[in-house]
C-alpha cells in the first residue's frame, strides 16, 4: 500500500552528489519538480538528467547552478536558453540509446521523480504517456519518487511500476500537459499533400510532432489500412484510428497494435490511450530500434529539418552553433524506413523560414549539426515539389534541391551551387 507523504518530505531522499531523473513531456512531475528546487540551499552538485519535460525547469537558472547541473538528451523549450548560455548542457545521444545509459550506469541514476497513475488492484501504476527512457530511469534507480495522479491515463505494454518500487508517494490531481492546438498555414497544407501522395495503402507510418506531421494526417483520410510504430502518438493519428484507415493488419512487428514511446496531445487523445490495449506504450530502444523499424512492409518516416544543404546534409537539432531541440529517433526512423520492403523515408519542411530565409542552402551555418547524413535521405518535401535524392550524384541532388527551394532563392542558390560545383 502506498504512503502518501508531502512533496518536500518525498524530495528529502535527494542529496548533495546524487543523480535526479526526470520523467519526460506531458508526464513531467511538476509538483515533484517544484519541491526539488525548494531544496536547493541545502543541495550541492546535484546531477540533473532528461530527455523532453514541461512546465518548470528553474533548476537551471543560472544563481542555482552550486546546487544543481543539468544535462538533457533532447532540448525542449523550457531548457534551450540554459543550454545555449551555459547553464545546463546537452548530450547528443540518440533516443534509442538513452536507456543504455542508465542501464549501464554511465549515468547511475539515484533518485527518479516520475508522475504514475493510481495502482490498479494488483499493486500496479502505470508511466501514462512516457514511457520512453523513463522505464529505464525507474528500473535502475535508487530511490523512486512519485506523483499519484487519477488524470494520468493508464497504458498498456511495458511502462508498468509497482508501489513496491516507490520508496515515496505524493498525490496530485493536476490535469497533465495538453499543448496548444496548431492552425495549419496554406504551406503546411500543400506540403501535407505532397507527402500525403507518397504515402501507400498499408503502410506503417512515423509521425512527429508539429503542423507538417498535422497536415500529412489530415490527407489521409481516404487511405486504407494502415499501420502506426511510431516514437510520438500525436490527436492527428487518433483521428485515423477512429475513421478506420489505421488497421495495423499489415504490420509484421506487433500486428493490430499502435505502437509508440510517448504522447502529447488533448485530454481527449490521453482518454482514447486509457486503458486502450490496442495502443502499446513501449521503450525507446524497441519503438526506435531500426531492426524492429525496418520488419514492417512500406515503412513511412516523415520528419523535419531546421535546413539542408544542397548535398542532403540534415541539420534538425541546431540552429548554427545554438542548441534547438535534439537528436531524437529522426536517424533511426530515416534508416528503419530505408531498410523496410517499399519504405519511403521523408524529410518535411517550409522552403524559407518565418523570416523569409532559405532553409535549402548551399553549406549548413557554422557549427550545425548534422542530425541525418546525406547517405540516408532519400525523399526530401516543400511546398514546391517533391526531390528524391536517393542514388544521385552531388550534381544531381543540388539541381533536385534547388527546383523544390523558394523561387525568391534559387538563383542565389545555383550561383552558390556552380560556384562550389566548379572547384570539384
Known amino acids: 500500500m502506498l504512503h502518501f507523504t508531502s512533496p518536500q518530505e518525498a524530495v528529502a531522499c535527494i542529496r548533495s552528489g546524487h543523480c535526479v531523473f526526470v520523467h519526460s513531456a ?20 546535484v546531477k540533473i538528467i532528461h530527455i523532453h519535460t514541461e512546465g518548470n525547469a528553474d533548476y537551471a537558472k543560472p544563481e542555482l547552478r552550486s546546487s544543481f547541473q543539468t544535462f ?33 550506469r554511465i549515468w547511475a541514476v539515484d533518485v527518479a521523480l516520475v508522475q504514475v497513475s493510481p495502482p490498479d488492484r494488483h499493486g500496479y501504476c502505470s508511466l501514462g504517456v512516457s514511457v520512453d527512457v523513463s522505464l529505464a530511469a525507474v528500473q535502475t534507480a535508487q530511490y523512486v519518487v512519485a506523483e499519484v495522479n487519477p488524470n494520468v491515463p493508464r497504458t498498456h505494454g511495458e511502462g508498468v511500476l509497482h508501489i513496491s518500487r516507490i ?33 501507400e495503402d498499408g503502410a506503417t507510418l512515423q509521425m512527429g510532432i508539429g503542423s507538417i506531421p ?32 489505421v488497421t495495423g493488419k499489415l504490420k509484421n512487428s506487433m500486428r493490430e497494435k499502435i505502437v509508440s514511446s510517448f504522447a502529447i496531445g488533448s485530454r481527449r487523445l490521453y482518454d482514447f490511450i486509457h486503458d486502450n490495449p490496442i495502443v502499446q506504450m513501449r521503450e525507446a530502444s524497441f ?24 548535398t542532403g546534409q540534415v541539420c534538425a537539432d541546431s540552429i548554427g552553433d545554438q542548441q534547438f531541440s535534439g537528436v531524437g ?46 547517405a540516408h535521405v532519400h525523399y526530401v518535401v ?5 526531390a528524391n535524392l536517393f ?31 566548379k572547384r570539384l
Open 26 to 45: 506531458a508526464m513531467t512531475p511538476q509538483t515533484l519538480v517544484a519541491a526539488m528546487i525548494e531544496q536547493a540551499p541545502r543541495l550541492s552538485n
Open 167 to 199: 520508496h515515496a508517494a505524493v498525490e496530485t490531481h493536476t490535469p497533465i500537459y495538453e499543448p496548444k492546438p496548431r492552425i495549419l498555414s496554406e504551406t503546411d497544407k500543400k506540403i501535407g499533400k505532397l507527402v500525403a501522395e507518397l504515402v
Open 214 to 245: 498535422d497536415a500529412v494526417l489530415a490527407e489521409l483520410i481516404h487511405h486504407k489500412d494502415l499501420g502506426i510504430h511510431t516514437e510520438m502518438f500525436s490527436d492527428g493519428l487518433m483521428e485515423l484510428v477512429f475513421r478506420g484507415v
Open 72 to 104: 538533457v538528451c533532447f532540448t525542449g523549450a523550457n531548457m534551450r536558453q540554459a543550454v545555449n548560455n551555459g547553464t545546463a548542457d546537452y548530450i547528443p545521444v540518440f533516443l534509442s540509446d538513452v536507456p543504455t545509459l542508465f542501464r549501464n
Open 382 to 386: 516543400t511546398e514546391n515539389g517533391v
Open 287 to 310: 519503438t526506435n530500434n531500426t531492426f524492429v523499424i525496418a520488419r514492417n512492409p512500406k515503412v513511412t518516416a516523415i520528419n523535419s529539418a531546421i535546413e539542408i544543404d544542397l
Open 329 to 374: 529517433g529522426q536517424m533511426d526512423f530515416i534508416r528503419g524506413a530505408a531498410l523496410s520492403e517499399g519504405g519511403k523515408p521523408i524529410i518535411a519542411m517550409p522552403s524559407v523560414t518565418a523570416r523569409g530565409e532559405s532553409k535549402i542552402v548551399t553549406f549548413l551555418k557554422p557549427g550545425a549539426s548534422v542530425t541525418t547524413t546525406r
Open 391 to 421: 542514388g544521385k550524384s552531388r550534381r544531381q541532388r543540388a539541381a533536385e534541391l534547388i527546383r523544390i527551394a523558394h523561387p525568391n532563392h534559387q538563383e542565389q542558390l545555383e550561383r552558390e551551387a556552380y560556384a562550389w560545383l
